[in-house]
């Protein structure tokens, strides 16, 4: 049984019982009054808390007589009192968590409890006439309920109802007795009080719900009509407002009542009894309802045809309703979800021609009402389904009659919500359905429709579409610019739009030929230009090619030019290509030629012209180029430019018939000019004629040692590497070359290079005889190991001693030991400016590497103790080669006592006064400090 709601202040009833007892002895309200209105000299001491009333109440209970007349007040405050702590305990109780109730020791509560039951009991028992024993039955059911006992607290509501059908209390207990029955399905004794209840006074709060389960109390004991009237009666006492203005809990309490009245009706038999119940109140507002939910129950029991007829029969019946839009809806929405295809089709049909914005249902309606936006709303997206419908079907069947239907559809769609075909994609699916009957002019327009907003593309399909129906019209009529101006632009936005679409490639390559037969240039270069970017993997050179000839004939030459050499480059060409591309970059060249010739820019003429037999000297044209740059440079006695044309006219085209002219002119050119470097390259050139090995030799060293007296070290450096590279003999000339090329590799700040022609020349010497070496070839190869030596120095000097240690100290001995590797054998030769750098150097770098092993990183976790340690060390490890260095500083100095004085020794004591000043006077050490370095 649910809790009471209702309870009803003891106190009150007190007070009445009080009443009776005006002549007792000592007042008992003297327990727990505040004040006493009587004299002053009566003094009453009020009891601090409610505890100590309820002690003082029992004490005096204790003491007092059965026939007390004061009995009965002090059983039913005491009860109060004990009743109001335990329902204090039980409200704190609820207010705590899960967890924290299972702490909590509820023996006080139901100690407070059991005693409340047994005042009210006594009380009962002891005085069974007292007129207020309604309330203290009321209470002690709520206190049975409260224990848990519930047949105690619905055996005494029982006795409440039985005994006093008056009580204010009658109405709930009723109620209460009503709701256990139909938990126990004791439906007869349910309805029998949940009617007690319906016709009490006083019973507004229970009146509702008591309707509704005596309607549920019946419903289950088969008396469905009775049923049915408490339901509708429930709802009308409830006073709904709209559907749809109800929240979401009204909505549902709404649902439920007439979820309980469907259900009813479907037992009584559906849309007969529904007819018979409602003939005498055609007005009642609730007739759809009951109609809809009577064919919901059919439609949950899968009884299709049932819940169609429901509505049908409301149809019928009530034509006037503003409600029969709302049937036909649920008609096509029943026989869409149930699966029954064709009758969805025929509802709709029927839903069309009764509600298409044409029909004179919409006269004198508010298109605003709820019914009619759904009309509106359910219309447009039945049309959409009708016409995928049919188009479905002639997909299959391509009958004519088929065809017709969906054509009808679409245009039914097209006169009512054109502003939505775009969203609904009608468009695109209509002119789908005009290109399959090959009614492409038609197709085309709504293909646009569907495809473009102004310029932009917003449906991809429709825009291809556009492209392949466009050229079936042009292929119809090649003449039509309309269609052609159409295919070309259609091309262009899908390509912008989708670059990288494999279809895209086609559509580009077709409509760029197009364009460039109709002599539309500008378009075959941007179509081309997509094409290219999106396609630099293919071999691209036939639209290159239309994209190079459109740039021609737009008379940008400069363009074509550029677009054909990149043509004749690509490996991808036939023989044949590759020459026709060739010759039209030649052209290309010539024309600008042509234009700066006409514009009186010779010198810009002349570059054009000459450059043909550079770059495209194969074609057709560029002898006939290269001999009018020739002329104008002649012309305009450009000496220089004019014999250079002409040796590569010569060596271009010796069968030429126009060689006998160009001799004469390069005698001209050569006698009116002094050019002493072109007779370097003319050195060159005999060099590789072949014949005398003495006269080519010498003859490419004539040119080298032009070149290097002019400067030109790129020149001297080609002309002294091709004669290493050809004559090694005699060996000193060859060990000559190699040195130059140090030289002039280091002029040009190319270390590297020198340094290769360095370990060449060493090299070579290893290999040669020593009858072959002189003092010079001696020289060459000390300054060779001497100049590898300074590299690695350079290289020691930037390394420093960081952490790792283990992996910088590494790689900084190793160049220590290359470095003085190579200083070493600079020494060797007995040279003595590079013995003396080099003795010098080696001191210098073991001087450097000591100073960089004590100056090194120190690792970041070592204690005070530990990096002592760690200092000791490296200092260790420091001064041997400190000591080393001093060595090396002496043996140098020691040459003084030879008679041998420069920088370098000099350096060597200065080093010495500032290393270890206190041995400078000591006589040097003369040891072979080459067997040292071993």
Not at 116 to 135: A, Q, R
Not at 251 to 280: H, I, M, T
Not at 632 to 656: E, G, T
């Amino acid at each position: 049984m649910p809790h009471f709601k209702i309870s009803l202040s003891i106190t009150a009833m007190l007070l009445l019982t009080a009443c009776n007892f005006e002549d007792t002895p000592t007042s008992l309200a003297d327990i727990d009054v505040t004040t006493h209105q009587e004299s002053k000299s009566k003094v009453f001491i009020k009891p601090k808390s409610e505890e100590e009333i309820r002690s003082a109440y029992t004490k005096y209970l204790e003491n007092a007589d059965e026939d007390d007349s004061s009995r009965l007040e002090a059983l039913s405050r005491l009860a109060e009192l004990e009743f109001s702590y335990s329902d204090k305990l039980l409200q704190k109780q609820e207010k705590l968590s899960q967890d924290q109730k299972d702490i909590i020791d509820d023996r006080a509560f139901n100690s407070r409890l059991n005693k409340t039951i047994l005042l009210l009991i006594t009380s009962l028992s002891d005085y069974p006439e007292s007129k207020n024993n309604d309330t203290l039955l009321y209470q002690l059911a709520k206190a049975y309920d409260q224990r848990g006992d519930h047949q105690e607290s619905v055996d005494s509501l029982t006795k409440l109802v039985e005994q006093y059908p008056k009580s204010p209390f009658y109405a709930e207990a009723q109620f209460r007795i009503a709701e256990d029955a139909f938990s126990y399905q004791d439906y007869s004794t349910a309805e029998f009080s949940y009617t007690e209840v319906i016709t009490a006074k006083d019973n507004e709060v229970f009146y509702e719900k008591s309707l509704f389960k005596r309607g549920w109390s019946r419903f289950k004991q088969q008396y469905y009509t009775d049923a049915v009237d408490d339901f509708l009666q429930a709802v009308l006492e409830h006073k709904f407002d709209e559907f749809e203005k109800l929240d979401k809990s009204e909505k549902e309490q709404f649902n439920e009542y007439f979820r309980a009245v469907g259900l009813a009706f479907s037992y009584l038999g559906g849309s007969e009894p529904l007819d018979e119940y409602f003939r005498d109140q055609p007005d009642f507002i609730y007739t759809y309802h009951t109609y809809s939910m009577v064919s919901e129950i059919y439609l949950k029991q899968e009884r299709y045809s049932d819940a169609v007829d429901t509505h049908r029969q409301f149809i019928k019946l009530y034509p006037k309703s503003n409600n029969i839009p709302y049937s036909h809806l649920k008609i096509i929405e029943i026989w869409k979800n149930s699966g029954f295809t064709n009758k969805v089709y025929h509802a709709i049909e029927g839903f069309y021609i009764q509600y298409n914005p044409s029909s004179i249902y919409w006269k004198n309606q508010n298109e605003n009402s709820s019914i009619n936006r759904a009309i509106r709303r359910s219309l447009k997206e039945y049309v959409v389904l009708m016409t995928g419908h049919y188009h479905n079907k002639f997909q299959k069947t391509a009958k004519t009659a088929d065809y017709k239907s969906t054509e009808l559809w679409y245009k039914r769609y097209l006169k009512h919500y054109s502003a939505y075909a775009q969203k609904d994609n009608i468009y695109f699916l209509y002119a789908e359905l005009l290109s399959q009957k090959h009614r492409y002019k038609e197709a085309l327009k709504f293909y646009e429709l569907a495809a473009y907003d102004n310029e932009l593309i917003t449906n991809k399909k429709a825009a291809y579409a556009t492209i392949i129906i466009s050229d079936k019209l042009l292929s119809k009529n090649t003449k039509n610019k309309t269609h052609l101006n159409k295919h070309i632009s259609y091309a262009l936005k899908y390509a912008q739009k989708y670059p990288s679409n494999k279809k895209t490639h086609q559509v580009i390559l077709h409509a760029a030929e197009l364009a460039y037969k109709s002599a539309n240039y500008k378009a075959t270069i941007e179509l081309a230009d997509i094409f290219i970017t999106n396609n630099q993997k293919r071999n691209n050179s036939y639209i290159i090619s239309l994209k190079a000839e459109s740039y021609f004939k737009l008379k940008d030459h400069a363009e074509s030019e550029t677009l054909y050499s990149g043509l004749v480059l690509s490996n991808k060409l036939s023989t044949k290509q590759k020459k026709k591309y060739t010759d039209r970059l030649a052209l290309s060249i010539y024309k600008q030629g042509e234009l700066a010739q006409s514009n009186k820019d010779s010198p810009q003429a002349i570059k054009h012209f000459s450059r043909i037999s550079t770059i495209a000297a194969s074609s057709a044209i560029a002898a006939t180029g290269l001999y009018d740059s020739i002329a104008l440079n002649m012309q305009h006695k450009q000496w220089k430019s004019a014999i250079s044309d002409i040796k590569r006219f010569q060596k271009l085209y010796p069968r030429n018939k126009l060689q006998t002219d160009v001799s004469k002119k390069l005698s001209v050119a050569y006698l009116s000019s002094n050019q002493g470097i072109k007779a370097a390259a003319e050195f060159e050139k005999i060099s590789s004629m072949g014949g005398n090995v003495a006269l080519m030799s010498a003859a490419l060293w004539q040119a080298a040692e032009l070149y290097e007296e002019k400067n030109k070290l790129n020149n001297a450096i080609r002309s002294y590497e091709e004669y290493s590279r050809k004559f090694k003999k005699p060996y000193p000339q060859y060990i000559e070359a190699m040195y130059k090329l140090t030289e002039l590799y280091t002029k040009k700040g190319s270390i590297s290079k020198a340094n290769k022609w360095r370990k060449n020349i060493i090299k070579s010497d290893k290999a040669a005889l020593n009858n072959v070496k002189t003092e010079r070839t001696k020289y060459i190869t000390s300054f060779a190991n001497l100049g590898l030596a300074r590299s690695e120095k350079a290289r020691f000097d930037r390394l420093k001693l960081t952490l790792p240690l283990k992996r910088t100290l590494r790689k900084k001995k190793s160049a220590m030991q290359s470095s003085v590797k190579f200083y070493g054998n600079a020494s060797k030769y007995k040279i003595y400016e590079a013995a003396t750098e080099a003795t010098y150097s080696i001191a210098l770098i073991y001087k450097d590497f000591s100073i960089s092993l004590l100056e090194s990183d120190r690792p970041t976790k070592l204690n005070a103790e530990e990096l002592d340690q760690y200092e000791i060390l490296l200092e260790d490890q420091a001064f041997p080669f400190e000591d080393k260095s001093i060595e090396f500083f002496e043996i140098n100095l020691s040459r003084v006592k030879d008679g041998h004085y420069n920088s370098w020794i000099k350096k060597s004591r200065d080093q010495l006064i500032d290393l270890f000043p206190t041995r400078y006077n000591r006589a040097p050490k003369m040891d072979n400090y080459i067997n040292v370095l071993h």
